[in-house]
C-alpha cells in the first residue's frame, strides 16, 4: 500500500534488489503482489485466514511447505535466502 512505510522500505531494500530478484528467477519463484492501497475485502480475508490484521505480510509457498512460510513484517535478504535454501531446490 502506498501510505505503508514498512512496505516501501522492504520493496526498496530486499525485494527490488537484483541480488534477491535473480535468486527468485533461478528458483523459478513466480511472485504476487496484493497493493492495498484502498482497502480490499480479498485482501482482508486472506490475511484473517492467516489470523493478520494488517501489513506488511509475506509468504512462500512451496511444495514442501504448501501452507506457506510466513516471514516477519520486515524483510531482510539473509532472511529469505535462508527460507529460499531450506524450502527450494536449486534450479
Same mark, same amino acid.
Given at each position: =500500500?502506498?501510505?505503508?512505510?514498512?512496505? =516501501?522500505? !522492504?520493496? +526498496?531494500?530486499?525485494?527490488?534488489?537484483?541480488?534477491? %530478484? +535473480?535468486? *527468485? %528467477? !533461478?528458483? #523459478? &519463484?513466480? /511472485?504476487?503482489? =496484493? @497493493?492495498?492501497? @484502498?482497502?480490499? @475485502?480479498?485482501?482482508?480475508?486472506?490475511? !484473517?485466514?492467516? !489470523?493478520?490484521? #494488517?501489513?506488511?505480510?509475506?509468504?512462500?509457498? /512451496?511444495?514442501?511447505?504448501?501452507? #506457506? *512460510? &510466513? *516471514?516477519?513484517?520486515?524483510? /531482510?535478504?539473509?532472511?529469505? +535466502? %535462508? =527460507?529460499?535454501?531450506?524450502?527450494? @531446490?536449486?534450479?
Amino acid at each position: =500500500a502506498e501510505w505503508c512505510l514498512s512496505c =516501501a522500505v !522492504n520493496k +526498496k531494500l530486499v525485494l527490488e534488489k537484483e541480488e534477491i %530478484k +535473480k535468486l *527468485f %528467477k !533461478n528458483r #523459478g &519463484i513466480k /511472485t504476487l503482489r =496484493a @497493493d492495498w492501497t @484502498d482497502r480490499n @475485502d480479498n485482501i482482508l480475508d486472506f490475511l !484473517n485466514s492467516y !489470523n493478520k490484521y #494488517g501489513i506488511p505480510f509475506n509468504i512462500l509457498y /512451496t511444495p514442501t511447505k504448501p501452507d #506457506g *512460510f &510466513i *516471514f516477519s513484517e520486515i524483510l /531482510t535478504k539473509s532472511q529469505i +535466502k %535462508k =527460507a529460499l535454501e531450506k524450502y527450494i @531446490d536449486v534450479k
